[in-house]
């Protein structure tokens, strides 16, 4: 005698809506479907450091991280989905959070504050921007990216970056192409990569 089995009901994947500032359940595995998320950890006096930004199509958890605590913060409203990641897929979070890390690591190794923050604009750019043969477009308000958050992620000051992010526009460095869109000509960057 057989039995038929009772098909599986399959639970739909957990999906979350959240706003900015809000923070992401640990150890979960998240598939962000819009919006942009910074991964974040502490020093010993309290100082943010920044281990990555992601944005839509990527996906995140603290699972495989060293410190303790990760935090995954949303820095503007964002949709994400519970992911069941395959060993390919690890595989391709880890080498990802490594290359962030080494990006965000060599900006933050820049000596002159007024090169890093453009180092780290141009970073932006390519990863979350428009990238074109003359330079990259970016939208810092779409990523939330206040001038606070700038300063956290290259560490320097909010009014450091102000300043430096005024004199970038007037010195044409920084072109603003529309009221929210910023470009930053590829002629610019020389100097950084020098």
């Not at 994400?80 to 965000?104: M, Y």
């Amino acid at each position: 005698m057989t039995f038929a089995h009772a098909p599986s009901i399959a639970h739909p994947p957990l999906r979350l809506t959240l706003l900015p500032n809000d923070v992401l359940p640990e150890r979960l595995n998240w598939k962000i479907q819009e919006g942009y998320i910074r991964t974040a950890a502490w020093d010993e006096d309290g100082d943010t450091i920044t281990l990555g930004v992601w944005g839509p199509g990527d996906w995140i958890t603290s699972a495989y991280s060293a410190l303790r605590p990760v935090e995954i913060q949303c820095l503007t409203t964002v949709v994400v989905e519970q992911f069941s990641p395959e060993a390919a897929d690890i595989e391709r979070l880890l080498l990802r959070q490594i290359q962030n890390l080494e990006e965000i690591f060599q900006i933050n190794r820049i000596r002159a504050a007024d090169q890093r923050l453009l180092g780290l604009l141009a970073w932006i750019g390519r990863r979350f921007g428009q990238v074109s043969t003359r330079g990259y477009r970016l939208s810092l308000k779409d990523m939330n990216l206040t001038h606070k958050a700038l300063a956290d992620i290259c560490g320097l000051t909010r009014v450091t970056v102000t300043k430096m992010l005024n004199r970038y526009k007037s010195d044409g460095v920084l072109q603003q192409v529309s009221k929210d869109d910023l470009f930053i000509p590829a002629v610019a960057l020389v100097a950084v990569a020098a």
